[in-house]
């Protein structure tokens, strides 16, 4: 059973610069999430596709921030214009559409210079 | 505001110990609880689960809810060094599309 993938696992850009990342969710999950962490704190919830529809959006989520899920298999989320307050883990997990067990990828770091 | 509150510690506990970790929960309608730990530079990986009010055992750990008083705990028993992480607190809130909402999370140290 192949885990949660996230690519890239590290990325360094500078401020103003677009990111994009990757997320590929256990094969029979149809449940996908993304949420970000910083140094000290628990992961804060960004946003929730089932299949490919985007079902909820953090208010915390400026409009910087978009994530798609085309086909209900990977999702990206991008980054527009980055700032230094972004710089953060970027997580995904998902889960079954009949469990409520999340399962976290390795991560994405993302340090914005 | 739906919150998770956890004790940051550290908790520092000798090897063989038990360990006992706890969280409560601001919403009282909440169902589904969750237990990660997060090794330093590392995902979260989760390692129980609970929905129902009581204890709830997998080997050395143990989960225990109690919903009237909004508290869910984690025991650890034999603690081993190879225990010392973060262990966050995860709630899954009524209503909330299936979001969790995490704790800043317990270090703990488990000291030879």
């Known amino acids: 059973d192949t885990g949660v993938s996230q690519n890239p696992r590290h990325k360094i850009t500078k401020r103003g610069q677009n990111v994009t990342f990757r997320c590929d969710p256990i094969?029979?999950?149809?449940?996908l999430y993304w949420y970000r962490q910083t140094l000290g704190q628990g992961p804060e919830f960004l946003t929730y596709?089932?299949?490919?529809?985007?079902?909820?959006k953090s208010r915390l989520l400026s409009d910087r921030f978009s994530a798609e899920r085309p086909k209900g298999s990977f999702s990206t989320l991008e980054i527009q214009r980055t700032e230094q307050g972004d710089s953060a883990m970027y997580l995904c997990?998902?889960?079954?559409?009949?469990?409520?067990?999340?399962?976290f990828g390795p991560g994405t770091r993302l340090t914005v210079l | 505001q739906k919150e998770v509150e956890q004790n940051s510690g550290p908790l520092s506990v000798p090897e063989g110990a038990i360990a006992s970790l706890n969280c409560t929960y601001s919403?009282?309608?909440?169902?589904?609880f969750f237990w990660y730990r997060q090794y330093s530079g590392k995902s979260p990986e989760l390692i129980m689960s609970?929905?129902?009010?009581g204890d709830k055992e997998d080997g050395r750990f143990t989960a225990q809810l109690n919903k009237a008083s909004q508290y869910v705990s984690l025991l650890i028993r034999d603690s081993q060094p190879s225990d010392s992480a973060t262990y966050l607190c995860?709630?899954?809130?009524?209503?909330?599309?299936?979001?969790?909402?995490f704790g800043a999370g317990t270090r703990l140290a488990v000291h030879p």
């Open positions: 997990a998902s889960s079954r559409s009949q469990g409520n067990e999340q399962f």
């Open positions: 596709f089932q299949n490919e529809a985007q079902l909820e």
């Open positions: 995860a709630v899954m809130f009524s209503g909330g599309y299936n979001k969790l909402i």
């Open positions: 609970i929905y129902s009010n």
């Open positions: 094969s029979e999950h149809n449940r």
């Open positions: 919403d009282r309608g909440s169902q589904s």
